[in-house]
């Protein structure tokens, strides 16, 4: 029964480097891969695993950024999944005491752009602006920004997870996302200000 299960695993991970998708299913599919090859380090494949989620999460992170440093798909809710999946590699590795995680430099710069989306567009409060297909609007991202902050040591990620508390706010209130024909407007960076 376990060879079986081994067995198993093994040809999803096989398959998993393929990678089929692109956007939060790619993204899915690269943490899962990740996932059997750091739990399953015993595999002979494993480290050519995980070579290959290192490259996927660059060529994905590119795909889900828009030249403007917006998210790919619009909805707060799908850019919090894209960051769950892309950071949960971290996480993963930290759960296991690896500290050479499966990132390029350009890959975390890009990763810090999503995050800064999910913060400047988020409504006050940091939660949902309930466009699309996101979350409820009682929900919030300041965890997700926590996350980010901390580990990319970014002082506006930190201001937007603290409410203020920490870090440095962002030296602007209103802005543009050209390319995803966005324009946010607020009277301050605090959960009572104005925005739209």
Do not use: C
């Amino acid at each position: 029964v376990f060879t079986a299960i081994l067995k198993f695993l093994w040809s999803q991970a096989n398959a998993l480097k393929g990678f089929a998708s692109e956007g939060n299913w790619g993204s899915t599919e690269t943490y899962g891969l990740y996932t059997i090859a750091l739990h399953f380090a015993e595999f002979r494949d494993a480290p050519m695993w995980i070579d290959r989620v290192k490259d996927r999460y660059e060529i994905l992170s590119q795909a889900l950024l828009k030249s403007d440093n917006s998210s790919f798909e619009l909805p707060l809710g799908y850019t919090d999944y894209a960051l769950s999946t892309i950071s949960g590699g971290k996480s993963l590795a930290d759960k296991f005491g690896i500290r050479e995680y499966p990132y390029l430099k350009s890959t975390l710069d890009r990763i810090r752009n999503l995050g800064r989306y999910l913060m400047y567009t988020s409504g006050p409060g940091y939660v949902d602006n309930q466009w699309g297909d996101g979350n409820s609007h009682k929900s919030h991202y300041r965890n997700r920004l926590k996350l980010l902050a901390d580990w990319l040591d970014d002082q506006e990620l930190l201001f937007g997870a603290t409410q203020g508390k920490e870090g440095v706010p962002p030296d602007f209130t209103s802005f543009v996302y050209p390319d995803a024909r966005i324009a946010v407007m607020r009277s301050g960076w605090g959960d009572k200000d104005l925005y739209l």
